[in-house]
Structures are given as C-alpha cells and as structure tokens.
C-alpha cells in the first residue's frame, strides 16, 4: 500500500496486505478454497492476514474490525450469511479500505459496500440439479420421494441452490421434496440428519445434498441402513471435490454440478487493481460443468482437489 506509513501494516515494505476472513474449515471444498488463496497471495506476492471464523459471523466481524483497525490495503471475506453486514461494511468504506466479497453473496442494498463479488452462481448450480432430476424421471409416473440436505442456514448457497432446484422441478408434480434440513455443508451432520430422514420416511428415491461432504455423509447412513446408495436411492450433491468425485465414479453419487473453490488467482488480480483505485467488474463468474460418473473417471486423475 503505497500511502500507508511505513510499518502501519507490520512490513514497512511496499507489500499489498490483504485481510481475508474465511468462512471456517467446515468441507472440502472450504480447505481447498483456503490453500487456493494462500497460495496465490504468496504467488502474487501479497501479504496475507488469514483469519478463520469458525463458522461464526460475530467471528468474522470482529475479524473485519481487526483490519480495519490495522490500516490494511485491502478487505476480502467469505461472508458466512447473507443477512446483517451492512454496519461493519459502512467502517470499512469510511476508512477507505476496498472491500472484495469472496465466494458468497451479501444482502446489503448499497452495493457501494464492496467494489466486487467473485463466485459461482449459486442458483443456476441448484437448477443444473434440477434439471438433472426433472430429465431422469421424464415420462415416468409415481410419486417421487427426494430429500434434501440443506447448506448453512441463511448463507448463498443453501438458499440459491434450494430455489434454483425447486423451480427446475416443480413442472412435474411426481417429484415431491418431502423432507428438507440444514446439514451445516458439514459431513458429520449429513450422516446424522441422513438418519433421521431414513428413519422418519421409509420411501426415499432421491437424495439432493448441497454439497459433496453432507452426501458422503449420507452415504455413510444409508448404507448402515441396509441400502444402496446411487440405487435404491440416487444421490445429486454440489461442489466435485475429489472425494465427491471419487463416490461419483464409485456409482455411489449419481451426479455432481460443479462448484471451484479455486478462486484465488482472480481475487489476487482484484486485490490489486482496486488497490492501485482502478475500477473493477461488480460480479466476476467463476466457470464451472457438471460431471455424471463416466466424466468422473475421466477427471479424477487431473483433479486439483
Ligand atoms: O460457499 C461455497 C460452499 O461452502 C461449498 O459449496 C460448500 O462445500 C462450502 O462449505
């Protein structure tokens, strides 16, 4: 940061600091969204203050307020819910310090709180797994049972992926969400609602999960329960991480719409330019396919994480 005192940032040197508070480390994807952009803060030879908020967004404020407070060049977060960042947003803009959102969406009206937001689409992820399903059960009848194990309550992607999957869906009247829940993205809590759900609803045909750690999860508790996953119940998940991947190929998971946690890079490039004060695009898409087994067999041996 070229106008900041020397030694107001711990470098005294030219370096860009960045703040990042991350979401936690609660999926696989999170850890290889974590090493993604530590790896190109150090490439791009930015100073890197890494913060983990555990999941929590009281952690993830007092983390923001802690950059704040440092006089760092530059602001990024993953914020963990949409909902109630607009105070600590508004000290980041009096303070002058740019504020790039990383992965997740916030629900601030003014805009002019962050400079960027780099991610997927959310809700088209959603409505490639409804679109999946609807083409799977075209021309059939009977009723359909499908399950859903939902992301972190009140963040992106649990609500983007849930409406974007029901809306892909709800042209066929036979497939019927019967049960939804929050698993957390979390593998442990997949399994444990998957039981609950196995226990409760003695007909389930299909399982989305909103992310590849809560389907592997599930897996786990459909298989204690006697039952074949990807066959007795097929399983759509969210992200292609190598574990995901490898139950696809597995034939255990029947479909994965991609989610890269490989973000890095651009945000490095963000980070810079808006540090310099140069404008930036408001929303940078990531690109991303999706897989079905066969794919998965191909992929699995480039995939990255
Ligand atoms: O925000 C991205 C989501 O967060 C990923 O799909 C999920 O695995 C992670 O925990």
Known sequence: GGDKEAGSTGGGDDKIVLGFSQVGAESGWRTANTESIKASAKAAGIELKFSDAQGKQENQISDIRGFITQKVDVIAFSPVVTSGWDAVLKEAKDANIPVILTDRAVDSQDTSLYKSFIGSDFKVEGEKAGEWLAKEYEGKTGDVNIVE??????????????????????????????????????????????????????????????????????????????????????IITVDAVRDGMTALAAGKINFIVECSPLLGDQLMEVVKKVNKGETVEKRILTKEGTFTPEQAKTELPNRKY
Not at 163 to 178: D, H, Q, Y
Not at 185 to 201: C, I, W, Y
Not at 216 to 231: M, N
């Open 149 to 234: 194990l939902q992301g972190t309550t009140g963040s992106a992607p649990a609500i983007d992926r849930q409406t974007g999957f029901a809306e892909k869906i709800k042209a066929n009247p036979n497939l019927k969400v019967v049960k939804t829940q929050t698993g957390d993205f979390k593998r442990a809590d997949g399994k444990t609602v998957m039981e609950t759900f196995l226990q409760s609803t003695p007909k389930i045909d299909v399982l989305y999960a909103h992310n590849d750690d809560m389907g592997l999860g599930a897996i786990e508790a459909i298989e204690a329960a006697g039952k074949v996953p990807g066959k007795d119940i097929k």
